[in-house]
């Protein structure tokens, strides 16, 4: 039964490249959720898709970052025009339901951006 | 804005010593709280979680945590490690205010266990 799947683990772009990040959720889980640790700091909330719809992206910069989560395929985290601040590490979660408090988030190994 | 506060960001230990773990957290609302891991390369596992009753939690692995409410915290403690708890630790609070789960994480706490 395999788990959240992410890639690639390790990504590394120069500035003003462009970083794809993709996520496949668990087997009969519609809901996607992408933190972002920076340096440091704790895991911090971006983005929540559900198949085809983006539910909250409050916690996502409003310029570069765009996240889809197509109705076939990955959920892609995509930032553009990348810069040093953007270096972390990006974790995506999966849920089977969205309603709280009860869905559980299954998380993903991560993928370390590195911007040189 | 509702945070997770982790006093530790470093702990290192003994085999067999005995562990706490401090989280504190600010939400006006009903609270769900949780404890992550993350082993060496690894990804985020649930250690344990808090939605309600009991307040005492176990979770797996010998851990458990306790839900103080008048002290807005949920302190993750185990009586004996191992060399093989050495990993990462983090704290969440769940912001449900949507309708739907969204975790607010502690910054971590780095656990190195010498045998």
């Known amino acids: 039964n395999a788990g959240v799947m992410q890639n690639p683990r390790h990504l590394v772009r120069r500035r003003g490249q462009e970083a794809r990040l993709r996520c496949s959720p668990m087997?009969?889980?519609?809901?996607v959720y992408w933190y972002r640790q920076l340096p440091e700091e704790g895991l911090k909330f971006m983005v929540y898709?559900?198949?085809?719809?983006?539910?909250?992206e409050s916690g996502m910069p409003k310029e570069r970052f765009s996240a889809e989560f197509p109705k076939e395929g990955p959920s892609i985290l995509r930032i553009q025009q990348v810069v040093r601040g953007d270096s972390a590490a990006y974790f995506c979660?999966?849920?089977?339901?969205?309603?709280?408090?009860?869905?559980?988030?299954?998380f993903g190994p991560g993928t370390r951006l590195t911007v040189l | 804005a509702q945070s997770v506060s982790q006093h530790n960001h470093h702990v290192i230990l003994s085999e067999a010593a005995s562990l706490e773990l401090g989280c504190n957290y600010s939400?006006?609302?009903?609270?769900?709280l949780f404890w992550y891991v993350q082993y060496p390369g690894q990804h985020l596992q649930l250690l344990l979680k808090?939605?309600?009753?009991?307040?005492l939690v176990k979770g797996i692995k010998g851990f458990e945590a306790e839900f103080i409410k008048s002290k807005f915290s949920f302190n993750l403690r185990k009586p004996s490690v191992q060399w093989s708890d050495t990993a990462e630790y983090f704290c969440?609070?769940?912001?449900?205010?949507?309708?739907?789960?969204?975790?607010?994480f502690g910054a971590g706490t780095r656990l190195a266990v010498h045998p």
């Open positions: 979660a999966s849920s089977r339901e969205g309603l709280a408090p009860y869905n559980e988030q299954f």
């Open positions: 087997k009969g889980h519609s809901h």
């Open positions: 898709l559900q198949k085809e719809n983006i539910i909250d």
């Open positions: 939400y006006g609302g009903t609270v769900n």
């Open positions: 808090y939605f309600s009753g009991d307040p």
């Open positions: 969440a609070v769940n912001d449900a205010s949507g309708g739907y789960n969204k975790l607010i």
